[in-house]
């Protein structure tokens, strides 16, 4: 019963280093989501992707780059990681349904020095 | 553009109280959702209700309850009998459906909620 998963859960990097995370899930959802969470500020979307193949910019897209090359995949990237971007990420997945909730990964802790 | 307030950014309950949640929303559409997550010390994203903008009655879900304001665009959380297990982070999120815009949730600042026994 995975769900969302997400990889790594906590990463430490270097200004100026890349890192990708990557999200899978298995409940054949189509739409898939990026956020960030920082303290005081909620969930704020950076990238999401409406199906394979498809990617969107979210509120806060500026360091990042994604890739949806298969369904159940949703890679976010870091090209030249900087502090400004040391945060909790959170994918989410949903069916694209009005009032269809979206299903969270536990979330990864990335650190910026 | 769309937008969720939360104004508590934290709260005190005694245990087996109720406790009110705040939630005001900006939007210029007449087709939207309404939802509402716990986020407990363990980082996790967990569901508990939703509200259609066309929902006529407020939606329940066990000891959660939205009190849904339309005209006075507020999407309260109603937690009865508080619990311990409880205590956590609270956001509220809005949904625009009329053109689906990718399905995406707006979240507001979120409430922590601290239930004292």
């Known amino acids: 019963n995975a769900g969302v998963t997400q990889t790594p859960k906590f990463r430490v990097l270097k200004t100026g280093q890349s890192m990708t995370l990557l999200c899978a899930q298995d409940m054949n959802h189509e739409y898939m989501y990026w956020y960030r969470q920082d303290p005081g500020m909620g969930l704020r979307l950076i990238h999401y992707s409406v199906g394979e193949g498809t990617t969107a910019k979210g509120e806060v897209p500026d360091g990042y780059n994604v890739s949806r090359l298969k369904k159940q995949n949703f890679l976010l990237g870091l090209e030249s990681a900087a502090p400004s971007q040391t945060s909790v990420y959170f994918c989410a997945s949903g069916r694209g349904l009005a009032t269809g909730e979206l299903f969270f990964g536990e979330g990864s802790r990335l650190t910026v020095l | 553009a769309q937008k969720i307030t939360q104004t508590q950014p934290g709260m005190f309950v005694q245990e087996k109280e109720a406790v009110t949640l705040d939630c005001t929303y900006d939007?210029?559409?007449?087709?939207?959702?309404l939802f509402w997550y716990k986020q407990p010390s363990s980082g996790e994203m967990i569901f508990l209700i939703y509200q259609g903008s066309y929902d006529e009655q407020n939606a329940t879900e066990g000891r959660y309850s939205l009190n849904f304001q339309k005209a006075r665009k507020s999407a309260n959380l109603v937690i009865s009998a508080s619990q311990l297990g409880d205590s956590a982070m609270y956001f509220c999120?809005?949904?625009?459906?009329?053109?689906?815009?990718?399905?995406?949730?707006?979240f507001g600042q979120g409430t922590e909620l601290s239930v004292k026994p």
């Open positions: 999120a809005m949904r625009e459906t009329i053109y689906n815009q990718g399905g995406k949730l707006i």
């Open positions: 939007t210029s559409d007449q087709s939207y959702g």
